[in-house]
Protein backbone atom coordinates (compact mmCIF):
# COMPACT_ATOMS: atom_id res chain seq x y z
CA UNK A 1 0.00 0.00 0.00
CA UNK A 2 1.31 3.38 -0.80
CA UNK A 3 2.04 5.81 1.69
CA UNK A 4 0.59 8.54 -0.30
CA UNK A 5 -3.19 7.37 -0.04
CA UNK A 6 -3.33 8.37 3.45
CA UNK A 7 -0.38 11.20 3.45
CA UNK A 8 0.16 10.49 6.99
CA UNK A 9 3.39 11.45 8.77
CA UNK A 10 4.53 12.88 11.75
CA UNK A 11 8.89 14.17 11.88
CA UNK A 12 10.12 11.17 10.37
CA UNK A 13 7.87 8.97 10.77
CA UNK A 14 5.45 7.91 7.87
CA UNK A 15 2.19 5.52 8.67
CA UNK A 16 1.14 3.43 5.71
CA UNK A 17 -3.00 3.54 7.05
CA UNK A 18 -4.69 4.88 10.26
CA UNK A 19 -5.02 1.44 12.18
CA UNK A 20 -2.80 0.49 14.76
CA UNK A 21 -2.23 -1.79 17.46
CA UNK A 22 -2.37 -0.27 21.36
CA UNK A 23 0.30 -1.27 24.00
CA UNK A 24 -0.94 -4.28 26.16
CA UNK A 25 1.31 -4.50 29.33
CA UNK A 26 3.09 -8.10 29.32
CA UNK A 27 1.66 -8.48 26.11
CA UNK A 28 2.38 -6.80 23.00
CA UNK A 29 5.83 -7.47 22.74
CA UNK A 30 7.78 -7.16 18.81
CA UNK A 31 6.65 -11.58 18.72
CA UNK A 32 3.20 -10.15 19.26
CA UNK A 33 3.45 -7.36 16.74
CA UNK A 34 5.14 -9.90 14.15
CA UNK A 35 2.30 -12.01 14.44
CA UNK A 36 -0.99 -9.90 14.72
CA UNK A 37 -0.11 -6.12 13.46
CA UNK A 38 1.81 -7.06 10.38
CA UNK A 39 -0.38 -4.76 7.87
CA UNK A 40 -0.95 -1.78 10.81
CA UNK A 41 0.38 1.34 9.98
CA UNK A 42 1.67 1.64 13.57
CA UNK A 43 2.55 -1.05 16.37
CA UNK A 44 2.34 0.60 20.14
CA UNK A 45 4.49 -2.17 21.93
CA UNK A 46 4.95 -2.05 25.86
CA UNK A 47 4.12 -0.92 28.43
CA UNK A 48 7.94 -1.45 28.91
CA UNK A 49 9.58 -1.12 32.31
CA UNK A 50 12.42 1.49 31.99
CA UNK A 51 14.27 1.43 35.55
CA UNK A 52 14.02 -0.47 39.09
CA UNK A 53 11.40 0.91 40.71
CA UNK A 54 8.53 0.36 37.85
CA UNK A 55 10.21 -3.71 37.50
CA UNK A 56 9.85 -3.75 41.45
CA UNK A 57 6.03 -2.35 40.87
CA UNK A 58 5.43 -4.89 37.67
CA UNK A 59 7.05 -8.01 40.27
CA UNK A 60 3.68 -6.90 42.34
CA UNK A 61 1.40 -6.82 39.68
CA UNK A 62 2.38 -10.23 38.33
CA UNK A 63 2.28 -11.77 41.65
CA UNK A 64 -1.59 -10.39 41.79
CA UNK A 65 -1.90 -12.09 38.27
CA UNK A 66 -1.38 -8.93 35.54
CA UNK A 67 0.58 -9.96 32.88
CA UNK A 68 4.06 -7.28 32.60
CA UNK A 69 7.07 -7.12 31.35
CA UNK A 70 10.16 -7.68 33.17
CA UNK A 71 13.63 -7.40 33.23
CA UNK A 72 16.96 -6.36 34.97
CA UNK A 73 18.42 -4.81 31.69
CA UNK A 74 16.07 -2.40 30.59
CA UNK A 75 17.46 -0.22 27.76
CA UNK A 76 19.09 -3.66 26.64
CA UNK A 77 15.70 -4.94 26.41
CA UNK A 78 14.11 -2.00 24.68
CA UNK A 79 17.10 -2.26 21.52
CA UNK A 80 16.33 -5.68 21.06
CA UNK A 81 12.85 -5.44 20.89
CA UNK A 82 13.39 -2.58 17.80
CA UNK A 83 15.89 -5.21 15.90
CA UNK A 84 12.92 -7.92 16.76
CA UNK A 85 9.91 -6.31 15.76
CA UNK A 86 9.55 -6.63 11.69
CA UNK A 87 6.32 -5.19 10.08
CA UNK A 88 5.46 -2.88 6.97
CA UNK A 89 4.47 0.18 9.54
CA UNK A 90 5.79 2.17 12.21
CA UNK A 91 6.41 1.10 15.74
CA UNK A 92 5.96 2.87 18.68
CA UNK A 93 7.44 1.71 22.50
CA UNK A 94 5.46 2.54 25.74
CA UNK A 95 7.50 2.85 28.75
CA UNK A 96 7.70 3.94 32.07
CA UNK A 97 10.05 5.24 34.54
CA UNK A 98 9.78 7.19 37.87
CA UNK A 99 12.52 9.24 37.00
CA UNK A 100 13.27 11.33 33.69
CA UNK A 101 16.96 10.39 32.78
CA UNK A 102 15.97 6.59 31.55
CA UNK A 103 13.17 8.18 29.27
CA UNK A 104 15.66 10.25 27.70
CA UNK A 105 18.28 7.43 27.24
CA UNK A 106 15.55 5.22 25.74
CA UNK A 107 14.24 8.10 23.70
CA UNK A 108 17.70 7.92 22.00
CA UNK A 109 17.39 4.25 21.50
CA UNK A 110 14.58 4.84 19.85
CA UNK A 111 14.94 7.71 17.71
CA UNK A 112 17.76 5.85 16.29
CA UNK A 113 15.30 2.94 15.47
CA UNK A 114 13.16 5.44 13.36
CA UNK A 115 10.60 4.91 15.77
CA UNK A 116 8.00 6.66 18.65
CA UNK A 117 8.47 7.08 22.16
CA UNK A 118 5.58 6.87 23.51
CA UNK A 119 5.07 7.92 27.30
CA UNK A 120 2.71 6.00 29.25
CA UNK A 121 0.21 8.50 31.15
CA UNK A 122 -2.51 5.92 31.40
CA UNK A 123 -1.67 2.86 33.43
CA UNK A 124 -3.89 2.65 36.57
CA UNK A 125 -2.49 0.34 39.17
CA UNK A 126 -2.60 0.84 42.25
CA UNK A 127 1.36 -0.32 42.36
CA UNK A 128 2.44 2.41 39.44
CA UNK A 129 0.10 5.64 39.83
CA UNK A 130 1.86 4.83 43.87
CA UNK A 131 5.06 5.61 42.42
CA UNK A 132 4.20 8.79 40.32
CA UNK A 133 4.14 6.55 36.90
CA UNK A 134 1.03 6.26 34.32
CA UNK A 135 -1.96 8.26 35.86
CA UNK A 136 0.04 10.44 38.64
CA UNK A 137 1.50 12.18 35.17
CA UNK A 138 -1.92 13.18 34.65
CA UNK A 139 -2.83 14.60 38.03
CA UNK A 140 0.97 16.34 37.52
CA UNK A 141 0.29 18.09 34.89
CA UNK A 142 3.52 20.66 35.33
CA UNK A 143 5.86 17.34 36.00
CA UNK A 144 4.30 15.85 32.65
CA UNK A 145 4.66 19.04 30.34
CA UNK A 146 8.51 19.74 31.48
CA UNK A 147 9.15 15.46 31.28
CA UNK A 148 7.79 16.19 27.17
CA UNK A 149 9.62 19.20 26.82
CA UNK A 150 12.93 17.31 27.83
CA UNK A 151 12.06 14.05 25.83
CA UNK A 152 11.64 16.23 23.01
CA UNK A 153 15.10 18.28 23.18
CA UNK A 154 16.43 14.41 22.05
CA UNK A 155 14.35 14.88 18.69
CA UNK A 156 12.51 11.83 19.08
CA UNK A 157 8.63 11.89 17.73
CA UNK A 158 6.65 11.50 20.92
CA UNK A 159 3.45 10.26 22.02
CA UNK A 160 1.76 10.66 25.11
CA UNK A 161 -0.73 7.78 26.20
CA UNK A 162 -3.56 9.23 28.49
CA UNK A 163 -7.02 7.90 29.49
CA UNK A 164 -10.28 10.10 29.15
CA UNK A 165 -12.15 11.29 32.13
CA UNK A 166 -9.97 11.26 35.37
CA UNK A 167 -8.99 14.97 34.61
CA UNK A 168 -9.93 17.71 32.67
CA UNK A 169 -9.59 16.42 29.28
CA UNK A 170 -9.41 19.64 27.84
CA UNK A 171 -6.63 20.93 29.58
CA UNK A 172 -5.27 17.78 29.86
CA UNK A 173 -4.86 17.65 26.10
CA UNK A 174 -3.69 21.23 25.68
CA UNK A 175 -1.06 21.13 28.51
CA UNK A 176 0.41 18.08 26.60
CA UNK A 177 -0.18 19.83 22.69
CA UNK A 178 2.08 23.28 24.60
CA UNK A 179 4.90 21.10 26.36
CA UNK A 180 5.47 19.63 22.49
CA UNK A 181 4.46 16.06 22.07
CA UNK A 182 3.59 15.25 18.64
CA UNK A 183 0.98 12.30 19.11
CA UNK A 184 -2.11 12.32 21.89
CA UNK A 185 -3.46 8.37 22.42
CA UNK A 186 -6.16 9.11 24.04
CA UNK A 187 -8.14 6.03 25.23
CA UNK A 188 -11.86 6.97 25.21
CA UNK A 189 -13.03 5.28 28.56
CA UNK A 190 -15.84 5.84 30.47
CA UNK A 191 -18.07 3.82 33.62
CA UNK A 192 -19.77 1.49 31.52
CA UNK A 193 -19.49 -0.39 28.13
CA UNK A 194 -18.42 1.23 25.31
CA UNK A 195 -16.31 4.70 24.10
CA UNK A 196 -16.92 7.80 25.21
CA UNK A 197 -17.02 9.22 21.21
CA UNK A 198 -17.53 12.47 23.04
CA UNK A 199 -14.61 12.60 24.99
CA UNK A 200 -13.33 11.83 21.27
CA UNK A 201 -15.05 15.02 19.97
CA UNK A 202 -14.18 17.52 22.85
CA UNK A 203 -10.04 16.76 22.83
CA UNK A 204 -10.31 17.08 18.39
CA UNK A 205 -11.87 20.87 19.20
CA UNK A 206 -9.08 21.64 22.03
CA UNK A 207 -5.90 20.34 20.13
CA UNK A 208 -4.77 20.25 16.39
CA UNK A 209 -2.26 17.64 17.97
CA UNK A 210 -1.95 14.13 15.86
CA UNK A 211 -5.01 12.21 17.79
CA UNK A 212 -5.21 8.22 18.13
CA UNK A 213 -8.44 6.83 19.48
CA UNK A 214 -9.01 4.13 21.25
CA UNK A 215 -11.46 1.70 23.55
CA UNK A 216 -14.12 -0.78 22.11
CA UNK A 217 -12.62 -0.90 18.59
CA UNK A 218 -14.05 -4.01 17.83
CA UNK A 219 -15.32 -3.89 14.12
CA UNK A 220 -15.19 -1.42 11.25
CA UNK A 221 -18.46 0.31 12.72
CA UNK A 222 -16.76 1.39 15.35
CA UNK A 223 -13.53 2.38 13.92
CA UNK A 224 -15.66 4.76 11.69
CA UNK A 225 -17.52 6.51 14.64
CA UNK A 226 -14.45 7.11 16.04
CA UNK A 227 -12.65 8.78 13.10
CA UNK A 228 -15.82 10.78 12.18
CA UNK A 229 -15.62 12.12 15.72
CA UNK A 230 -12.00 13.56 14.96
CA UNK A 231 -9.60 10.88 15.81
CA UNK A 232 -6.61 10.60 12.93
CA UNK A 233 -5.93 7.33 13.80
CA UNK A 234 -8.18 4.33 15.80
CA UNK A 235 -5.96 1.33 18.12
CA UNK A 236 -7.21 -1.85 18.82
CA UNK A 237 -6.09 -3.72 21.59
CA UNK A 238 -8.31 -6.44 23.42
CA UNK A 239 -10.00 -7.15 19.83
CA UNK A 240 -6.93 -8.75 18.35
CA UNK A 241 -7.11 -11.09 20.95
CA UNK A 242 -10.71 -12.12 20.07
CA UNK A 243 -10.10 -11.47 16.19
CA UNK A 244 -6.51 -12.43 15.25
CA UNK A 245 -7.45 -10.99 11.79
CA UNK A 246 -8.86 -7.61 13.22
CA UNK A 247 -6.12 -5.23 12.29
CA UNK A 248 -6.13 -6.52 8.41
CA UNK A 249 -10.11 -6.50 8.45
CA UNK A 250 -9.72 -2.71 9.51
CA UNK A 251 -6.93 -1.87 7.18
CA UNK A 252 -8.61 -3.84 4.16
CA UNK A 253 -11.79 -1.15 4.96
CA UNK A 254 -10.14 1.82 5.87
CA UNK A 255 -8.26 1.77 2.97
CA UNK A 256 -11.57 1.09 0.60
CA UNK A 257 -13.32 4.20 2.41
CA UNK A 258 -10.50 6.45 1.68
CA UNK A 259 -10.36 5.05 -2.15
CA UNK A 260 -13.67 6.03 -2.23
CA UNK A 261 -14.42 9.23 -0.21
CA UNK A 262 -11.23 10.78 -0.03
CA UNK A 263 -11.28 11.77 3.94
CA UNK A 264 -11.63 8.23 5.74
CA UNK A 265 -12.16 10.02 8.89
CA UNK A 266 -14.36 13.63 7.91
CA UNK A 267 -16.64 14.38 10.63
CA UNK A 268 -20.19 14.54 10.74
CA UNK A 269 -22.51 17.66 9.68
CA UNK A 270 -22.24 20.31 12.66
CA UNK A 271 -25.96 20.87 12.30
CA UNK A 272 -26.52 17.45 13.33
CA UNK A 273 -24.73 18.22 17.04
CA UNK A 274 -22.42 15.61 16.09
CA UNK A 275 -19.62 17.21 14.47
CA UNK A 276 -15.91 18.81 15.42
CA UNK A 277 -14.75 21.91 14.00
CA UNK A 278 -13.60 21.02 11.22
CA UNK A 279 -17.11 20.32 10.26
CA UNK A 280 -17.46 23.65 9.92
CA UNK A 281 -16.43 22.80 5.78
CA UNK A 282 -19.43 21.66 5.41
CA UNK A 283 -21.29 23.98 6.97
CA UNK A 284 -23.88 26.32 4.75
CA UNK A 285 -23.91 30.26 4.73
CA UNK A 286 -24.79 31.45 7.95
CA UNK A 287 -27.63 33.59 7.15
CA UNK A 288 -29.94 32.54 10.01
CA UNK A 289 -28.89 31.23 13.93
CA UNK A 290 -27.90 27.78 13.68
CA UNK A 291 -25.02 25.72 14.96
CA UNK A 292 -22.97 27.04 12.70
CA UNK A 293 -22.52 30.54 14.62
CA UNK A 294 -21.47 28.35 17.96
CA UNK A 295 -18.73 26.91 15.96
CA UNK A 296 -17.44 29.57 14.25
CA UNK A 297 -17.22 31.40 17.15
CA UNK A 298 -15.38 29.38 18.95
CA UNK A 299 -12.35 29.63 16.58
CA UNK A 300 -13.26 33.73 16.91
CA UNK A 301 -14.86 34.00 13.67
CA UNK A 302 -18.06 36.33 12.96
CA UNK A 303 -20.44 35.22 11.09
CA UNK A 304 -19.09 37.78 7.78
CA UNK A 305 -15.44 36.61 9.01
CA UNK A 306 -16.67 33.03 8.20
CA UNK A 307 -18.31 33.70 4.54
CA UNK A 308 -15.11 35.24 3.91
CA UNK A 309 -12.63 32.74 4.71
CA UNK A 310 -14.73 30.25 3.32
CA UNK A 311 -15.09 32.27 -0.41
CA UNK A 312 -11.06 33.14 0.11
CA UNK A 313 -9.94 29.72 0.12
CA UNK A 314 -12.90 28.60 -3.01
CA UNK A 315 -11.44 31.30 -5.02
CA UNK A 316 -9.28 29.44 -8.01
CA UNK A 317 -10.72 26.03 -6.99
CA UNK A 318 -14.17 23.86 -8.29
CA UNK A 319 -15.47 24.66 -5.06
CA UNK A 320 -15.87 28.57 -6.40
CA UNK A 321 -18.71 26.91 -8.70
CA UNK A 322 -22.33 25.93 -8.32
CA UNK A 323 -24.57 28.44 -9.30
CA UNK A 324 -27.40 26.15 -9.32
CA UNK A 325 -26.56 25.11 -5.47
CA UNK A 326 -28.26 26.24 -2.50
CA UNK A 327 -26.16 29.56 -2.00
CA UNK A 328 -24.12 29.53 -4.91
CA UNK A 329 -21.22 27.84 -4.14
CA UNK A 330 -19.54 24.14 -3.60
CA UNK A 331 -18.11 25.81 -0.85
CA UNK A 332 -21.38 25.67 0.94
CA UNK A 333 -21.99 22.50 0.29
CA UNK A 334 -22.21 18.97 3.00
CA UNK A 335 -20.70 16.07 2.95
CA UNK A 336 -20.77 13.58 -0.13
CA UNK A 337 -22.52 11.06 2.35
CA UNK A 338 -25.38 12.92 2.23
CA UNK A 339 -27.69 12.72 -1.21
CA UNK A 340 -28.18 16.29 -2.95
CA UNK A 341 -29.10 16.57 -6.44
CA UNK A 342 -27.94 20.16 -6.69
CA UNK A 343 -24.46 19.50 -5.38
CA UNK A 344 -23.79 15.99 -7.45
CA UNK A 345 -25.25 17.77 -11.01
CA UNK A 346 -22.40 20.53 -10.58
CA UNK A 347 -19.80 17.63 -9.45
CA UNK A 348 -21.04 15.91 -12.96
CA UNK A 349 -21.05 19.17 -14.65
CA UNK A 350 -17.23 19.98 -13.62
CA UNK A 351 -16.30 16.39 -13.98
CA UNK A 352 -15.19 16.47 -10.28
CA UNK A 353 -15.39 13.09 -8.19
CA UNK A 354 -16.47 12.09 -5.08
CA UNK A 355 -13.36 11.69 -3.56
CA UNK A 356 -11.48 14.76 -5.73
CA UNK A 357 -15.18 16.78 -3.55
CA UNK A 358 -14.04 15.48 -0.09
CA UNK A 359 -10.15 16.20 -0.45
CA UNK A 360 -11.02 19.98 -1.20
CA UNK A 361 -13.36 19.88 1.84
CA UNK A 362 -10.23 18.40 3.80
CA UNK A 363 -8.00 20.92 2.77
CA UNK A 364 -10.84 23.97 3.47
CA UNK A 365 -11.39 22.26 6.90
CA UNK A 366 -7.76 22.76 7.14
CA UNK A 367 -7.81 26.38 6.12
CA UNK A 368 -10.81 27.79 8.25
CA UNK A 369 -8.34 26.15 11.50
CA UNK A 370 -5.33 27.82 10.02
CA UNK A 371 -6.94 31.02 9.36
CA UNK A 372 -8.51 31.22 12.87
CA UNK A 373 -8.95 34.53 15.00
CA UNK A 374 -8.88 32.10 18.13
CA UNK A 375 -6.08 28.56 17.85
CA UNK A 376 -8.15 25.82 18.48
CA UNK A 377 -5.69 25.33 21.63
CA UNK A 378 -6.56 28.48 23.30
CA UNK A 379 -10.49 28.46 21.85
Known amino acids: ?11 YVKFSNPIALAPMAGVTNSEFANNYAKNAGLAVIGGYNLDGDTNIAAKALVENGRD ?7 LEFLENEAKAINIDGAVAFNVRSTTLEPLLKAAEIIKNAGGILELDAHCRQDEMVSIGVGEALMKDMPRLADWISKIKETGVVLSVKVRANVVDDIALARTIENAGADILHLDAMMEGAGADLGAILRVRDSTRMFLIG ?16 GADMVSVSRGVLQDAHLIDHLVEEVTLLQEQMGWYNSPKHVCRGEGDLRGLAFCCLPVKPCAV ?17 KMEFAKGTPLEFGDSTCFG ?13 LRDGVLDLLDLSASDYMKLKKDLATYILDN ?8
Open 372 to 379: AKKPVNES
Open 68 to 74: EFITDTP
Open 329 to 341: SLVWCCKISKPCY
Open 1 to 11: MSDELFDLQIG
Open 293 to 309: HNKAGQLGYSPKEFANV
Open 214 to 229: NNSILDFNDAKEMFSK
